[in-house]
C-alpha cells in the first residue's frame, strides 16, 4: 500500500507537470504496475529510476527554454528553475550513491519547482502574445497626439529640440516589436519591447517640455477659455446650491468646492484683467487640485440633470426617440461638415458614435420591457450629445 500511494503521487506530478502547449519529447516510459510480491527495495529502486528518467527530460526542455531567454536575476521562473537544478543534481547525485529514498524526496521536490517555472513560461508565453500586441495598438493614437504637439509648436515657432527624431525612433522601435510578434519569436520582442519603452519615455520627457511651452505661448486664449467656462460653472452651481437650500437637501460639500474654486477664479481673472496671462496660467497649475474637484462635481451635477430630463421626456416615449434620433443624425452632419473645414473632429466623432450606441442599447432595452435600465443609457446619450452640440458650437 505504501509504494502504491507513491506511485499515484508520481503519476499525478509529472501528469500535471508540463502546462498545455508544452510536452516532453518521449513519452514511451514504462509505467505499468509492478507484481505485488516484488521487494520493497526494488519497488524503491524502480521508482528511483522511473524519477531520473523524468528528470533528465525535464531538465533538458528547461535548459532549452532558458537558454533562449533573458530574465532578472530576482525573476521567480529563475528562483524556481535554480532550485529545480539543485534539486535535480542532489537527486542524480543520491541516486548514483545508490540512496533511493533520498533520490525520490529530492527528485519529487525538483519536479515541483519543474511544474511551477513551466506553468510561469507558459503564462509569460500567454501575456507576450496577446499584451505586447495591445500595448503597439495602443501607440498608434499616442504618435498621432505627438505629431500634432510638434506640428503645433513648429507652427508658432517654438523649439521642438529633438523631438521629431524621438518619434520616429520610437515609432520604428514599436514597428520591430510587432515584426517579432508576427515572427512569433517572443523572446526578442519582450527584448525589443523595453528598449521602446526607453525611447517612449524619452519622448514623453521631450513632448512635455513641448506642451508647456506651447501653454506659456497661448497662455492668454487658455486663461480665457478657463475664465469663460468657469464663469459657467460658477453660474450652475449657484443654481444648484440655491435649489438645494429651499428644499433642505445637504449640499456642503459642493459648497465647499465651490468656494475653493471662486478662489482660483477670481485671482487668475485678476491677472487676466492686468494682462498677466503667464501669472494667471501659473496660478491655475498650482490649483489643478481644486480646480478638477469642481469639475467632477459639475460633471455629475450634469448626470443628474440629464437622468431627470430623461425621466420627464420620456413620457412621450415616441416623441423622445425621434427628437434624439433627429438630434444625432443633424451633430452627424454637422462634424462632416467641421471636418471639411479642417477642424480637428476625432474626440467629438467618438462621442457622437458613443452616444449612438448607448441610445441604441436603450432602444433595444425598451422593446425588452426594461425601461428603467433604458433610461439610464439614454442619459449617457443625451450627456454625451450635449458634449458634442457644445463642441459643434465652439467651432462653429
Excluded at 519497488?43 to 532578472?72: C, R, Y
Excluded at 533511493?100 to 517555472?117: F, P, Q, S, W
Amino acid at each position: 500500500m505504501k509504494w502504491l500511494k507513491v506511485w499515484l503521487v508520481i503519476g499525478l506530478l509529472v501528469g500535471s507537470l508540463v502546462p498545455a502547449g508544452l510536452s516532453l519529447a518521449d513519452e514511451g516510459t514504462n509505467t505499468e504496475p509492478l507484481p505485488p510480491e516484488m521487494e520493497n527495495v526494488t519497488q524503491e529502486q524502480i521508482i528511483a529510476e522511473h524519477i531520473v528518467d523524468a528528470l533528465t527530460k525535464l531538465s533538458s526542455m528547461a535548459d532549452g527554454i532558458m537558454a533562449n531567454i533573458t530574465l532578472p536575476e530576482n525573476s521567480t521562473i529563475m528562483e524556481h528553475y535554480e532550485l529545480a537544478t539543485q534539486y535535480k543534481e542532489e537527486a542524480l547525485k543520491a541516486y548514483d550513491e545508490g540512496d533511493y529514498y533520498n533520490t525520490i524526496i529530492n527528485g519529487l521536490t525538483a519536479m515541483h519547482h519543474y511544474r511551477v517555472m513551466l506553468q510561469s513560461m507558459k503564462e509569460r508565453r500567454s501575456e507576450l502574445r496577446e499584451d505586447l500586441p495591445a500595448e503597439v495598438r495602443r501607440m498608434e493614437g499616442y504618435f498621432r497626439m505627438a505629431e500634432r504637439i510638434i506640428s503645433k509648436a513648429q507652427e508658432q515657432g517654438i523649439d521642438v529640440g529633438n523631438a521629431p527624431e524621438l518619434l520616429n525612433q520610437t515609432k520604428e522601435a514599436y514597428r520591430t516589436v510587432l515584426e517579432d510578434i508576427k515572427a512569433k519569436d517572443f523572446a526578442k520582442a519582450k527584448e525589443d519591447i523595453e528598449k521602446a519603452r526607453e525611447l517612449k519615455a524619452q519622448l514623453d520627457d521631450a513632448l512635455r517640455g513641448i506642451r508647456e511651452e506651447l501653454a506659456y505661448a497661448n497662455a492668454d486664449k487658455i486663461v480665457n477659455a478657463f475664465l469663460e467656462r468657469g464663469a459657467k460653472g460658477i453660474e450652475v452651481a449657484q443654481e444648484v446650491i440655491a435649489k438645494a437650500n429651499e428644499t433642505g437637501a445637504n449640499v456642503t460639500e459642493l459648497q465647499e468646492r465651490l468656494d475653493a474654486f471662486q478662489a482660483v477664479y477670481d485671482e487668475v481673472k485678476g491677472m487676466a484683467d492686468e494682462g498677466n496671462y503667464t501669472g494667471a496660467l501659473d496660478v491655475m497649475k498650482e490649483n489643478r487640485e481644486a480646480i478638477g474637484e469642481f469639475y467632477k462635481a459639475m460633471e455629475f451635477i450634469k448626470r443628474k440633470a440629464h437622468e431627470r430630463e430623461v425621466q420627464e421626456r420620456m413620457k412621450d416615449v415616441k416623441k423622445f426617440l425621434r427628437e434624439m434620433y433627429g438630434r444625432l443624425t443633424k451633430d452627424g452632419k454637422a462634424l462632416r461638415e467641421l471636418h471639411r473645414k479642417g477642424v480637428d473632429t476625432r474626440r467629438a466623432e467618438l462621442q457622437l458614435r458613443t452616444a449612438m450606441q448607448e441610445f441604441r442599447f436603450g432602444v433595444e432595452l425598451l422593446k425588452r420591457g426594461r425601461p428603467m435600465e433604458a433610461k439610464a443609457h439614454f442619459a449617457i446619450a443625451l450627456d454625451l450629445t450635449h458634449r458634442v452640440e457644445e463642441f459643434i458650437l465652439w467651432h462653429g
